[in-house]
């Protein structure tokens, strides 16, 4: 061989397989099936959307039809199968695959393209199309039945409920009503019925978002109003709602421009859903009616979103936050209809209805002392603990003097409807004793509990912040003196009346504005 050649032959030696090498460089990734595909974007919002492309190749399979199928952030999906042999054909999207998914089916041959060639307009490049094969198309008309079950369940709900609160005339019911209405909305999208663009979709969405959590905190502080939620407690809910709130909505429609890290939203819904749980468990400690359903509702539901954030890859508990909602949305109604009937209950006493105090609307002193003598004897023949909260006004006689009687009547009526919220039972009553007095009578509660109740009685009066320039403190506040007793034989009351009566004077003798025990937990304190 000629040196001329040998160079010739060297120089193609090293260059051939760098050649080789570029061009396997250059050829399109393989696809894989079920997967999302490997997609190119610039970062994009509902209000800025951007083109997508993508190229590849997909596998060859056994007699299964592969598709590509897009979330609800894409539309304007066309794909243009590439080669060989200059074949180009350009194939548009369409939304008849099942779910009413845009989408399209590739040519049985496409695996044998030599790239495919896509693009489409998305308002998030974090959701890119994906390729799918005919056993997951199957998988997702069998989810649209679930959710069209579950949208049927929360429909219908909001109709019943939405009845019931027209009927019993309850807010708490229709707050309730415009929440599962709400969430009921929210799964027609999933309902392969109809698909609208993300630009109408999207903000769509965070407003029904939005109208489920303020329903939801606005029925929960209503049906809590009886127990006195403290206003630190009621901010803090009102303030994650705002939270979540925000979050769903930068969410939707700033999608890839939205600063906060993805694992914040789910987080933030956890904490909201945690402090359900948690006044749930406040309204079972302080006996509101119908407390055990809420509890294990908004448990339940709290549990689902928290599988959701635990295990958000998790196919087999993808359903679990929508099983928990629906769970909550059966049970919450049935708290805010056991505490319905127990007011209907009160309402509808005789006694109630004849002797009403004319100047507050709750019982009067008559009421009072009757149900004080049925209530020690059943008490009596029970052997249960029998309890009476004795509350007297500060300072009332100097309001009348310097603010006159009408503002003296205007507060009887504000007090009175801090107090008798807090006769949340069937049994329990609360009345006006006489005067500027206030009684509560609470059977089978023991002397803790009455006191407990008694403080929250305070916190109430003080919390409606009644100007008083004549005293120290500047506002009106309670005295309550409180007492329990078991009964050892038939009566009427009398014995924790003159307990409850003493405790309260201790109360006023100690400064005011306190509550104050019946002696014998005292004794037994000092021991």
């Known amino acids: 061989m000629s040196p001329r050649a040998a160079a010739l032959a060297a120089f193609a030696a090293a260059f051939l397989p760098t050649a080789s090498l570029a061009d396997a460089q250059a050829q399109p990734p393989l696809a894989a099936i079920g997967a999302p595909l490997a997609a190119d974007a610039p970062p994009a919002s509902v209000l800025r959307p951007v083109t997508l492309r993508a190229a590849f190749r997909v596998p060859r399979t ?22 060989p042999a200059g074949r180009r054909q350009t194939i548009a999207a369409s939304a008849d695959l099942p779910g009413h998914l845009l989408g399209l089916r590739l040519p049985d041959d496409a695996w044998g393209a030599d790239r495919i060639e896509l693009t489409a307009t998305t308002v998030s490049s974090a959701a890119p199309p994906y390729l799918l094969p005919t056993e997951a198309l199957a998988a997702i008309g069998w989810r649209t039945w679930w959710y069209a079950l579950f949208c049927g369940v929360f429909a219908a709900l909001a109709v019943a409920l939405a009845v019931a609160a027209r009927a019993l005339r309850s807010s708490a019911l229709a707050w309730y009503a415009a929440a599962t209405a709400g969430q009921a909305a929210l799964l027609i999208p999933w309902l392969g019925i109809v698909r609208p663009p993300p630009e109408v979709s999207q903000p769509l969405h965070a407003l029904l978002q939005a109208l489920v959590l303020v329903s939801l905190a606005a029925c929960t502080l209503t049906y ?41 939203s789910p987080a933030i819904l956890v904490a909201l859903y945690a402090s359900y749980v948690a006044l749930g468990a406040v309204a079972l400690r302080r006996r509101v009616a119908g407390a055990p359903y809420f509890l294990a509702g908004t448990a339940l539901a709290a549990l689902g979103a928290l599988t959701a954030v635990l295990a958000p890859g998790s196919a087999a508990l993808a359903a679990a936050p929508s099983i928990g909602n629906a769970a909550a949305a059966l049970l919450l109604p049935f708290a805010l209809l056991v505490q319905l009937r127990g007011a209907a209950r009160e309402r509808g006493r005789p006694a109630l209805v004849a002797h009403l105090d004319g100047l507050t609307g709750i019982a009067n002193r008559a009421t009072l002392d009757d149900a004080l003598a049925r209530g020690w004897n059943r008490a009596a023949r029970a052997r249960s603990p029998f309890a009476a909260v004795l509350i007297d006004i500060d300072h009332f006689r100097s309001y009348n003097e310097t603010y006159g009687h009408h503002a003296g009547d205007d507060v009887l009526r504000r007090i009175a409807g801090s107090v008798s919220p807090h006769a949340a039972r069937g049994a329990d009553l609360a009345g006006r004793y006489g005067g500027e007095e206030f009684l509560l009578l609470l059977p089978d509660t023991d002397l803790s509990g009455a006191q407990l109740i008694a403080g929250r009685v305070r916190d109430a009066v003080a919390g409606l912040e009644i100007a008083h320039g004549g005293v120290a403190a500047k506002r009106l506040s309670v005295s309550i003196g409180v007492a329990s007793v078991v009964p050892e034989a038939h009566g009427d009351g009398g014995e924790v009346m003159r307990r409850a009566s003493s405790a309260l004077y201790i109360a006023k003798t100690m400064g005011r504005n306190r509550v104050v025990a019946d002696e014998p937990l005292l004794a037994a304190a000092a021991v």
């Open 62 to 83: 056994d007699g299964t039809a592969l598709y590509i199928g897009t979330p609800w952030y894409v539309r304007d999906l066309v794909v243009t199968v590439v080669g």
């Open 224 to 264: 809590l109003r009886g127990a006195a939620p403290e206003r630190l407690v009621t901010r803090g809910l009102w303030a994650l709602t705002a939270l979540n709130g925000v979050a769903v909505a930068g969410g939707d429609v700033m999608q890839d421009l939205w600063p906060l890290p993805d694992a914040v």
